[in-house]
C-alpha cells in the first residue's frame, strides 16, 4: 500500500527554465507529494508529469558542467573496459556523452531521448539513439549482437514504467553481461536530509533494498555495491542475470541491505520522522533568510534541487538576487516559480556578494576549490544540506 509522508507543495516542473519574454505566462505546476510502498518499500512521488513534458529537445541539464561528474565517469569507463573487457557497451541516458566520450567509438551505444543532448554526442561520432529506452528499441540495437555491459547513471529514477526498462535490459543484455546502475541512495537523502532530490523527474529514489525487490521479478540480482559521493552519495549497483553462476554475490551487497534496514528503511515510521525533520529544516532556512534580508544574496548552481526548496521554502527574489550557472542552456533565463535571474558564472567577488546559496550542494568541495579566493576573504555560504546553516 502506498503511504504518503511528504508534501511539498505546488512546484512547477524542475527544469522548465523560463525566457524572459514568458515570464509573466502562468506556470503549470503540480503537487509534489511524496510516497512510501509498504509492500515494496519502493519510495515514489505520487503525481507523474508525461515524461515527453519533461524529457524532449529543450533539456537543459548537461552532465559535462561538473568536474566531478566528468572524472567520476572517466574513471568508472577505465575500471569497466579494464575489468569486463566489454565489446559492446550500451548506456542509456547518455546525456551530452560525459561517460561515452572514455570509450571506443565502435564499441559503445548511447540511448538519449533528449535530441540536443544526444546531438553532442553524435557530433562527436559516436552512435546515440535518441529514443526513449523500452524493448521495441532494445530489439533494434541488440537483435544481431548482445551488450556485454549495460550502463545507466541517473536515469532509472526518472522512468515510471521500471518494468519496461528491465524487460528491455533482459532483451539487449548477454547472458554473462553486467548491469551497472547508478542513482542517488535513499538512505544517503535521508541521512542529509536532501529532500529536494524530489522533484517531477525523480519518480522514484531507490533504497537497495526496493531495487533488489524488483530485480527479483526480473530474474537479476544485484551482485555488488559501490558508495560513490556524487550526487550527494549515491549507490553503484553491479547486477548479473540469476542464470549467471559465475559471479559470486559480494558482502557489499548484504551490508547495505543490513545498513538499511537498520537505519529503519522498511517502517513507515521512519519517512514520517524524515518528514517532520525537513519541516524544521524549511523553518531554519527561513530563519536565515530573513535574518539576512537586505544582505547582497545570490545562488550557486541553478539545480533542478533548487527548484523543490526555493519553492518548498518560499524563497524568492526578494532573498536571492540572481543564480550563478555555466550552462550556457540555462544562461538568461529565470528559474521556475521564484523567478530567479540566472547569469552567465563568474568568479564569486566579496566586494559585489555577502551570501551565496548554494544550490549544487552536492559539489560543495569542487565549488569550494573554485571560490578559494571567495572563502579567503570571508565571504560566505548558506546551504540547507544536512541542515540549514551559513559557511
Ligand atoms: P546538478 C539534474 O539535477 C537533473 P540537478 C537530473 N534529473 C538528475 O537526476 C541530476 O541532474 C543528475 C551548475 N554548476 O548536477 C551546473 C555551476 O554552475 O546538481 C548545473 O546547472 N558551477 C537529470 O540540476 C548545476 O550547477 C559549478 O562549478 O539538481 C548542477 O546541477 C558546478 C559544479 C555546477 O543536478
Given at each position: 500500500m502506498l503511504k504518503k509522508f511528504l508534501d511539498l507543495g505546488l512546484q512547477p516542473l524542475a527544469n522548465s527554465y523560463i525566457e524572459k519574454k514568458n515570464l509573466n505566462l502562468n506556470e503549470k505546476k503540480f503537487k509534489l507529494v511524496v510516497g512510501f510502498d509498504t509492500k515494496t518499500f519502493l519510495v515514489s512521488i505520487l503525481n507523474t508529469v508525461p515524461k515527453e513534458k519533461m524529457f524532449n529537445h529543450k533539456y537543459p541539464y548537461k552532465s559535462s558542467e561538473s568536474l566531478t561528474m566528468k572524472s567520476s565517469f572517466k574513471e568508472l569507463s577505465k575500471k569497466i573496459q579494464k575489468k569486463f573487457k566489454p565489446d559492446l557497451t550500451i548506456e542509456i541516458g547518455s546525456n551530452d556523452g560525459a561517460f561515452i566520450k572514455n570509450f571506443n567509438k565502435k564499441k559503445i551505444i548511447g540511448v538519449e531521448p533528449c535530441k540536443n543532448l544526444a546531438l553532442i554526442t553524435k557530433k562527436r561520432g559516436f552512435k546515440v539513439f535518441s529514443e526513449y529506452w523500452d524493448t521495441k528499441l532494445a530489439k533494434k540495437i541488440t537483435l544481431k549482437k548482445k551488450a556485454d555491459v549495460i550502463y545507466s547513471a541517473n536515469t532509472l529514477s526518472h522512468i515510471k514504467k521500471y518494468s519496461e526498462i528491465f524487460n528491455a535490459i533482459n532483451f539487449s543484455l548477454s547472458d554473462s553481461g553486467i548491469l551497472i546502475l547508478e542513482d542517488p541512495s535513499l538512505l544517503e537523502c535521508m541521512k542529509n536530509l536532501a529532500y529536494d532530490q524530489f522533484y517531477c523527474e525523480h519518480i522514484y529514489?531507490?533504497?537497495?533494498?526496493?531495487?533488489?525487490?524488483?530485480l527479483k521479478k526480473f530474474q537479476l540480482e544485484i551482485f555488488?555495491?559501490?558508495?560513490?559521493?556524487?550526487?550527494?552519495?549515491?549507490?553503484?549497483?553491479y547486477i548479473k542475470k540469476k542464470t549467471n553462476k559465475n559471479l559470486i554475490i559480494k558482502k557489499s551487497v548484504k551490508s547495505t541491505l543490513s545498513k538499511e534496514i537498520k537505519y529503519g528503511l522498511k517502517n513507515f515510521s521512519t519517512y514520517k520522522n524524515f518528514a517532520k525533520e525537513i519541516n524544521k529544516s524549511k523553518k531554519?532556512?527561513?530563519?536565515?533568510?530573513?535574518?539576512l534580508k537586505g544582505k547582497r544574496i545570490i545562488g550557486y548552481g541553478a539545480t533542478a534541487k533548487s527548484c523543490t526548496v526555493l519553492n518548498y521554502c518560499n524563497i524568492g527574489n526578494n532573498f536571492i538576487k540572481y543564480f550563478y550557472d555555466t550552462t550556457s542552456y540555462k544562461i538568461g533565463k529565470y528559474l521556475p516559480g521564484t523567478k530567479i535571474k540566472i547569469k552567465k558564472y563568474k568568479k564569486l567577488n566579496p566586494k559585489i556578494v555577502d551570501y551565496v546559496f548554494l544550490g549544487a550542494w552536492n559539489f560543495k568541495k569542487e565549488i569550494f576549490r573554485k571560490e578559494k579566493k571567495y572563502i579567503k576573504s570571508g565571504g560566505k555560504f548558506i546551504t540547507h544540506i544536512p541542515k540549514p546553516q551559513i559557511i
Open positions: 529514489v531507490y533504497s537497495a533494498i526496493a531495487l533488489d525487490n524488483i555488488d555495491i559501490e558508495h560513490t559521493p556524487t550526487h550527494g552519495g549515491s549507490n553503484r549497483y531554519k532556512l527561513s530563519k536565515i533568510f530573513n535574518e
